[in-house]
């Protein structure tokens, strides 16, 4: 397990790109595209690494794009989609898309990997193995990485790796966890069919909404009175929608929510439980109900060698970057499927700082911290260049 490259070159070379990665960053951050959308994201990324001189590739509706024509790759994924959320104003590199931002890095994560994807152009004779680089649409909806797998996106690959910026922890953290990082993601759909009529009469109705209402707060308890205390488990309700005035009982109402569990034990019984909760109460009240529980999204477990490797490759950062330990983070991920059928490492790299409002996802204020992204892309290239088997 050596790595070949001069440490200093590596540092310097990202250091004189940075400002390239920086301005990337912003222009993808400038033009947010929702998951499915991403026409104009997809075309500017083939564009760079054309220019680099790669023969980049549409994979339903992703970009794949390789070091040398034959494998076996070593793959490196990107996520690339934004979110229907309304940007904070006044930022110089704000969305110019109403109701679109990137509000989860994933415009970071196109600048590290085409810095990578740059670095690798420019040095393909040092890499151990060639590099395949995915850039993978709809993460947010976890219906990008399947159509790409089935459309070869994985053929040839030896292993998988990625990054995910992580503005909670502060830039010069890294988060390399062995096993899972990301849970499991699960979505439930309850119908709560009762009798509609007078609400001044509801003696004479089966009162869907009260019934409804009963469920909400008993499923509170699914975590916090079947599952170990030492175990992971979520339940929240999302949506709940029902009625059309306010003297009126309504036929039905619905509801939906997700599940985030690690473990498949627990994720088992958290289902059971969903079940005999919404259909006891349902049954109490006499109504009758419709249950959906659905597996959107697998946990993300890292390979214990692909962890090796990595934590290998940061020795040589000591003093820039610092691996810290945090619980897995129950949100999801789809790099879980690419994980599912190849050995992978998936990092959480810090890039927040203390003078962010408000450092958490998916919300209007979101930012990252630009340092972080030559750190990340440093990490990613010191790994990708490592020389052990997975
Ligand atoms: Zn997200
Ligand atoms: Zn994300």
Redesign the pocket.
């Known amino acids: 397990m050596t790595q070949p490259v001069r440490e200093t070159s590596l540092e310097e070379y990202l250091r004189d790109d940075a400002l390239r990665m920086t301005e990337q960053r912003a222009w993808f951050h400038a033009h947010p595209e929702r998951a499915h959308g991403e026409k104009g994201t997809v075309a500017e990324i083939a564009r760079i690494l054309s220019l680099l001189g790669y023969e980049a590739r549409d994979v339903a509706g992703g970009v794949v794009a390789e070091t040398a024509p034959h494998g076996p790759y070593r793959a490196y994924r990107a996520d690339i989609d934004a979110?229907p959320i309304n940007e904070v104003p006044g930022r110089p590199y704000g969305s110019t898309v109403p109701g679109m931002m990137h509000?989860?890095g994933?415009d970071g994560h196109i600048a590290i990997a085409l810095a990578i994807a740059r670095w690798a152009a420019e040095h393909r004779s040092e890499l151990p193995h060639p590099v395949r680089f995915i850039f993978q649409p709809a993460?947010?909806t976890a219906s990008g990485a399947m159509p790409m797998i089935d459309a070869g996106a994985l053929e040839d690959v030896m292993d998988i790796l990625g990054v995910h910026l992580w503005s909670p922890l502060d830039v010069g953290t890294v988060v390399i966890h062995d096993g899972a990082i990301f849970g499991n993601v699960d979505r439930f759909q309850v119908v709560v069919h009762g009798k509609g009529g007078h609400g001044g009469l509801p003696h004479r109705t089966k009162d869907p909404v009260v019934a409804a209402s009963h469920m909400v707060t008993a499923l509170q308890s699914v975590v916090s009175r079947r599952i170990a205390p030492f175990d992971i488990g979520v339940v929240t309700v999302g949506r709940i929608a029902g009625g059309t005035a306010f003297n009126i009982v309504p036929d039905s109402v619905e509801f939906e929510g997700t599940v985030r569990t690690f473990d498949a034990g627990v994720q088992g019984t958290v289902h059971e439980e969903i079940r005999r909760v919404v259909e006891g109460i349902a049954s109490a009240w006499d109504a009758a109900v419709d249950i959906d529980i659905a597996k959107d999204c697998p946990a993300v477990v890292n390979h214990p060698a692909m962890v090796k490797r990595v934590r290998h490759a940061m020795e040589s950062m000591a003093g820039r970057l610092v691996e810290t330990v945090t619980d897995p983070v129950t949100?999801g991920d789809d790099m879980a499927f690419f994980h599912e059928r190849v050995p992978g490492c998936y990092l959480l790299v810090g890039s927040g700082n203390a003078a962010m409002p408000d450092r958490e996802?998916?919300q209007r204020s979101f930012d990252l911290d630009p340092n972080a992204l030559p750190l990340a892309a440093e990490l990613c290239i010191r790994t990708l260049l490592e020389t052990d088997p997975a």
Request: net charge negative.
């Open positions: 979110l509000a989860c994933h993460e947010e949100v996802h998916h």
